[in-house]
């Protein structure tokens, strides 16, 4: 059996007190695998973009625990899980994110200047991640130079270029047409399958279920997984893993 790359256990988040209190978890357990893209599809108030919080250590869980690459986070402090998040985890959001006054290549690098890497070699390897996402004579845009689509490559390129272990994407296909949409999970399922990470994919976008291995369900805070494809009542194909 693999050996699940996070695990969250039991895991409990409540917002509010009295009246306006809200359970928005009630203990949630899951584990993301090494290769697999795993989507967490559920209607708004679910839960989906708390339990994406809370694994990618940016939320405290109420109770409960999380492990991401064996290192459990429920007594860590802020600075070991600011390194937790830098060394294991990449975020891909639905906003972009990007910074306006860098260039696609410099946007990109900042995800390798956090880690200390530095130099000549950090930005040949920006520039190559941008290639690997189809953006190679896009390197020196400005993000008002870039529709949509290309934006959110460049998120993912950002996300993805120091070799996080988990990507974690919330709704990133929500601002996108249908062939831009598709061409960024093309991408997540592609690094899923070559690099080996777990990505798991918060969203509300139901024709990008093709490219999922597995679908989890959130309603209410309370998780009903569904394994694909075997067992799925989605119509799953096999991905494809052409650059875009």
């Known amino acids: 059996m693999t050996t699940p790359i996070v695990e969250a256990n039991e895991v409990v988040k409540t917002f509010g007190h009295g009246r306006v209190k809200v359970r928005a978890l009630k203990s949630v357990s899951l584990a993301l695998e090494p290769g697999r893209l795993t989507l967490l599809m559920g209607p708004s108030g679910s839960g989906k973009t708390t339990l994406l919080s809370i694994l990618g250590c940016m939320l405290r869980p109420d109770s409960g625990s999380v492990r991401i690459c064996g290192a459990a986070t429920e007594k860590a402090g802020p600075e070991q899980l600011a390194e937790i998040r830098r060394k294991h985890i990449g975020f ?18 900042l995800a390798l ?7 000549r070699k950090a930005r040949a390897r920006s520039r190559d991640m941008l290639a690997q996402v189809g953006l190679a004579n896009r390197a ?3 993000p008002r130079e870039l529709s949509g689509g290309e934006q959110q490559r460049v998120a993912i390129a950002r996300a993805v270029v120091a070799n996080p272990d988990v990507i974690l994407a919330d709704e990133p296909t929500a601002a996108l047409d249908g062939d831009n949409g598709r061409a ?30 597995r679908i989890i369900h959130i309603e209410d805070g309370i998780l009903r997984e569904q394994e694909t494809p075997e067992g799925s009542v989605y119509p799953l194909r096999i991905r494809s893993f052409r650059a875009p």
């Not at 200047?113 to 130099?119: A, K, L, S, Y």
């Not at 997540?188 to 291995?213: C, K, P, Y």
């Open 92 to 109: 891909v959001f639905q906003l972009f994110h990007l910074f306006s006054t860098l260039t696609a290549a410099e946007n990109v690098q």
């Open 113 to 119: 200047d956090v880690r200390g890497e530095r130099g």
């Open 140 to 142: 020196n845009a400005f």
């Open 184 to 213: 960024i999970m093309n991408i997540l399922a592609r690094i899923a399958g070559e690099q080996g990470s777990a990505v798991l994919v918060v969203t509300h976008d139901s024709r990008i279920i093709q490219f999922a291995d």
